[in-house]
């Protein structure tokens, strides 16, 4: 599967779509999203929730650990939050630090608009035997 096509199957991820995140890029390894934060994605103290963060960057853990057209699943994942982010654009990117036939891991840092580090988010991967076109919803 070429880029084109990881980032049409990724349209079919509605959590990621309801929360309001838009995948820009999508590379072998590689992904980039944003979400502008609003209030529905703010907790009790006015901050963006922990959730909503968490949900970008792990989006684009899934459309790179995907982005070879094999089915990966996440096995464990780590997010450090290092700064609060209250409204505006988040962007996160996603880095394939390692890749064999079975397990991968990525790097993921969630950046504000003034690129200041928000959150580092770290998963490995179990890579299937399945393709992702043998996953598409049948028309």
Request: no cysteine.
């Amino acid at each position: 599967m070429n880029a084109a096509q990881i980032h049409n199957f990724f349209r079919n991820d509605r959590f990621a779509a309801h929360v309001g995140i838009e995948l820009l890029e999508v590379a072998p390894g590689r992904a980039r999203a944003r979400l502008e934060i609003d209030d529905r994605h703010l907790n009790a103290v006015g901050v963006a929730h922990g959730a909503a963060i968490f949900s970008l960057a792990d989006l684009v853990f899934a459309v790179a650990s995907n982005s070879h057209g094999t089915v990966a699943l996440g096995v464990n994942v780590s997010v450090s939050f290092m700064k609060a982010a209250r409204r505006g654009m988040l962007t996160a990117e996603a880095e394939e630090v390692s890749i064999n036939p079975k397990l991968a891991t990525y790097l993921i840092r969630v950046l504000d608009e003034e690129e200041s580090l928000i959150a580092l988010f770290q998963g490995t991967v179990y890579r299937k035997r399945d393709t992702l076109d043998a996953s598409l919803p049948s028309a």
